[in-house]
């Protein structure tokens, strides 16, 4: 089971970048696939998440209505559009997933609860 996070990059405030999930070694359409970020600093925060199938989408107050995550099961691929990116939006962006099939974990965000993650992709939003 690994996972590929990558479309990171260096972006000015205001800008757009599209992160992706890529899953090898398993059926990614039957897992809920989370966003996690990690500053310098800080802890490891949950950014948004979606369910198996794409049916239920998540985010945290900090980038809803600027985020959207997606879903391609016929690539393997989840997706994060990020739009209107501020510098506080600066970390190390994670997917991760979930051991159980088709469960979203009752605390989206709760990192404990994800057992697969990717290497992380680093976004750096500049003012």
């Known amino acids: 089971v690994q996972l590929q996070a990558s479309g990171g990059g260096l972006v000015q405030a205001g800008g757009s970048l599209r992160l992706s999930c890529a899953a090898s070694?398993?059926?990614?359409?039957?897992?809920?696939i989370g966003w996690f970020r990690q500053a310098p600093g800080k802890e490891r925060e949950g950014v948004s998440c979606?369910?198996?199938?794409?049916?239920?989408?998540y985010y945290a107050d900090s980038v809803k209505g600027r985020f959207t995550i997606s879903r391609d099961n016929a690539k393997n691929t989840v997706y994060l559009q990020m739009n209107a990116l501020k510098p506080e939006d600066t970390a190390v962006y994670y997917c991760a997933a979930p051991t159980e099939r088709l469960w979203v974990p009752p605390l989206v965000f709760d990192s404990t609860a994800y057992h697969h993650w990717g290497q992380g992709t680093q976004v750096t939003v500049s003012s």
């Open positions: 979606i369910s198996s199938y794409g049916g239920s989408t």
């Open positions: 070694g398993f059926t990614l359409r039957y897992y809920a």
